[in-house]
């Protein structure tokens, strides 16, 4: 079974480990959203970073609020960056909550803060 938008999905986990390779762990989350930006640029992903993002609520054709995603690649797959020692269950459960609410079937959850990148594909 072919994954959905693997292509890009495989290009950003490719940009993340170019980003982990040069900058390793122990950065704020910050410094490696703004290197991830300059890999995938660099690859030919299009991108939007930090912009708000309608939250949506059941069947309701208008958004109940806001959230700012840290990527939104390609208009198709959302992408959660972590800076932390471990993944956890509330962090998986977050980007699967973002990807209901903002109506997108395709996530990356991507940790730099551990021993070696960590990275997670959810889909809905």
Known sequence: MELKYKEI???????SF???????????????????AYE??????????????PIFYKELEEPIGTRRADFL???????????????EEVHVAQLLNYLRAYKIEIGLLINFGSKKLDFKRLAL
């Not at 999905?9 to 940009?15: D, H, L, P, R």
């Open 73 to 87: 690649v390609e208009g198709k797959v959302l992408v959660e960056l972590k800076a932390v020692f471990i993944l």
């Open 18 to 36: 170019e980003v982990y390779n040069f900058l390793g762990n122990g950065f704020q989350e910050l410094i490696y959203q703004r290197a991830l």
């Open 9 to 15: 999905t495989e290009k950003i986990i490719g940009a």
């Open 40 to 53: 995938m640029r660099k690859n030919g992903l299009s991108f939007a970073r930090e912009q708000e993002q």
